[in-house]
């Protein structure tokens, strides 16, 4: 049973750092690319970050404050979150690019 666990998310003030994981388990993680995502309320789902086995790659809204990486060993990938602004605020996700598998999501609020 594949499945993709988040966690990590909480409530920051403006300014703040944030560390999400991401837990695999089920499928072979390490040949997959995988992304976070975030969606605000009333706001399509955006891509955060991606991650593949020799590169990674970054929203213009994120670069510079985030950085997406995994450990092939654990299962697991990360997003480390900078200098958190307010506009970060959303339900983060993370997914198998080319899959169907989606984690539950985990809130991250940005405010004083």
């Known amino acids: 049973q594949v499945q993709l666990v988040e966690s990590g998310g909480g409530l920051v003030q403006p300014g703040g750092s944030l560390r999400l994981s991401c837990a695999a388990s089920?499928?072979?993680?390490?040949?997959?690319?995988m992304g976070w995502y975030r969606q605000a309320p009333g706001k399509e789902r955006e891509l955060v970050a991606t991650?593949?086995?020799?590169?990674?790659k970054y929203a213009t809204s994120v670069k510079g404050r985030f950085t997406i990486s995994r450990d092939n060993a654990k299962n697991t990938v990360y997003l480390k979150m900078n200098s958190l602004k307010p506009e970060d605020t959303a339900v983060y996700s993370c997914?198998?690019?080319?899959?169907?598998?989606w984690g539950q999501g985990t809130q991250v609020t940005v405010s004083s």
């Open positions: 997914h198998a690019h080319n899959t169907e598998y």
């Open positions: 089920g499928f072979t993680f390490s040949t997959y690319a």
């Open positions: 991650v593949t086995s020799i590169s990674t």
